[in-house]
Antibody, heavy 122, light 109 residues
Framework: EVQLLESGGGLVQPGNSLRLSCAVS????????MGWVRQAPGKGLEWLSA????????YYSDSVRARFTISRDNAKNTLYLQMSSLRADDTAIYYC???????????????WGQGTLVTVSS | QSVLTQPPSASGTPGQRVAISCSGS????????VHWYQQIPGAAPKLLIY???QRPSGVPDRFSGSKSGTSASLAISGLQSEDEADYYC??????????FGGGTKLTVL
């Protein structure tokens, strides 16, 4: 059974940093691209970032490009999102999602985690 | 404002056919595959259609997708109460980022 489990969310002050993790099981992690998508309270889905299976290719939305870093550890079956300079409008549920292919450039995700809530507030 | 444009709401009665549109541009829908997600409130999104018209295993054939030029459409036939959810279109943009539509809230009357 494919499982994705996000962790690392919580309350953080504006300007601070946070690292999200996504531990996966049930599939060959090193063979698939992965991504992060967020959803602000009461709002729609927002694509944030993607990474290829090898980790050699990364992609970012303009809204997070200079502040967030996606990475993966294929030995640990874990995806990460390092977030810095957090702002109030970064408050959202953050989902990690498995890509359907080895590349990261598709926005096609067949499995999703349950999400982790990040609240940016003083 | 989302890169892909969807109607904010749609509705239908049980048994009806409903279509949800998704409008983009040459750099996204016009040159890349379109995917559709269903999201029940409080739950993670679920992949409904991938590569414009393909259904993942387990998705009923009542759901179908199509694309023409820079627009795509999700059709749901034989509408059921359990189809009440938010629906999002998604694709890749040639500027090297993913994009979503703003979402359509489907109400089954």
């Amino acid at each position: 059974e494919v499982q994705l489990l996000e962790s690392g969310g919580g309350l953080v002050q504006p300007g601070n940093s946070l690292r999200l993790s996504c531990a996966v099981s049930g599939f060959t992690f090193r063979s698939y691209g992965m991504g992060w998508v967020r959803q602000a309270p009461g709002k729609g889905l927002e694509w944030l970032s993607a990474i290829s299976a090898s980790g050699g290719l990364t992609y970012y939305s303009d809204s997070v490009r200079a502040r967030f870093t996606i990475s993966r550890d294929n030995a640990k079956n874990t995806l990460y999102l390092q977030m810095s300079s957090l702002r109030a409008d970064d408050t959202a549920i953050y989902y990690c999602a498995k890509g359907r292919t080895s590349g990261g450039a598709s926005n096609s995700h067949d499995y999703w985690g349950q999400g982790t809530l990040v609240t940016v507030s003083s | 404002q989302s890169v892909l444009t969807q109607p904010p709401s749609a509705s239908g009665t049980p048994g009806q056919r409903v279509a949800i549109s998704c409008s983009g541009s040459n750099s996204n829908i016009g040159s890349n595959a379109v995917h559709w997600y269903q999201q029940i409130p409080g739950a993670a999104p679920k992949l409904l259609i991938y590569n414009t018209d393909q259904r993942p295993s387990g998705v009923p054939d009542r759901f179908s997708g199509s694309k023409s030029g820079t627009s795509a459409s999700l059709a749901i036939s034989g509408l059921q109460s359990e189809d009440e959810a938010d629906y999002y279109c998604a694709t890749w943009d040639d500027s090297l980022n993913g994009v979503f539509g703003g979402g359509t809230k489907l109400t089954v009357l």
